[in-house]
């Protein structure tokens, strides 16, 4: 039982340089979020989507861009990595808007 | 906009000792309540929810929360911890049926100490 699949689980990248972060999910759930989680700060959200081929803004979407072009794949990129992007992102994915929030395992981006 | 505080960063306990974290959320209107558990390394997970009815919900491996309507609250509770209750513990709250975000506390770093 997968659930909610991050790839990669680690990356280090260059100030500039730009990368795309996956998630995949196999429960068939409309609804995906990416999170960053920082020191101190909890979970932000940065970008959702309620289902294919739609997605909005959350609370810090600067510097991102999103994609679901599939159900089951929500894709965050990272235009022009900057080192305040330094973070662990998380991508989670819920049935519908009230039902609670599956987490992946998580993505440590270092950007130096 | 809404918002969810968490009383207290730190909190180290004896094993067997009881346990209860601050919850307090912003919004005035219709609410679902969540607390999930981080423990070390590993993704965040359901530990209980709330939405309506009976406010003592019940979740897993013996915790417990109660909703306190008139003092926007939602505090975690467990009569006795153990070790392996050592995790950050995030409350998070969605505004009623339709909305598509959660926010969530700065989490709770719980240590128990054999």
């Known amino acids: 039982n997968a659930g909610v699949t991050q790839t990669p689980k680690f990356r280090v990248l260059k100030t500039g340089q730009s990368m795309t972060l996956l998630c995949a999910q196999d429960?068939?759930?409309?609804?995906m979020y990416w999170y960053r989680q920082d020191p101190g700060m909890g979970l932000r959200l940065i970008h959702y989507?309620?289902?294919?081929?739609?997605?909005a803004k959350g609370e810090v979407p600067d510097g991102y861009n999103v994609s679901r072009l599939k159900k089951q794949n929500f894709l965050l990129g990272l235009e022009s990595a900057a080192p305040s992007q330094t973070s662990v992102y998380f991508c989670a994915s819920s049935r519908s808007s009230n039902q609670p929030q599956h987490f992946g395992d998580g993505t440590r981006l270092s950007i130096l | 906009a809404q918002s969810v505080s968490q009383h207290n960063h730190h909190v180290i306990l004896s094993e067997a000792a009881s346990l209860e974290l601050g919850c307090n959320y912003s919004y005035g209107g219709t609410v679902n309540l969540f607390w999930y558990v981080q423990y070390p390394g590993q993704h965040l997970q359901l530990l209980l929810k709330?939405?309506?009815?009976?406010?003592l919900v019940k979740g897993i491996k013996g915790f417990e929360a109660e909703f306190i309507k008139s003092k926007f609250s939602f505090n975690l509770r467990k009569p006795s911890v153990q070790w392996s209750d050592t995790a950050e513990y995030f409350c998070a709250a969605g505004s009623g049926a339709g909305s598509y975000q959660l926010t969530f506390g700065k989490g709770t770093k719980l240590s128990v100490i054999p």
């Open positions: 989507s309620v289902g294919e081929g739609t997605t």
């Open positions: 429960m068939n759930h409309e609804y």
């Open positions: 709330y939405f309506s009815g009976d406010p």
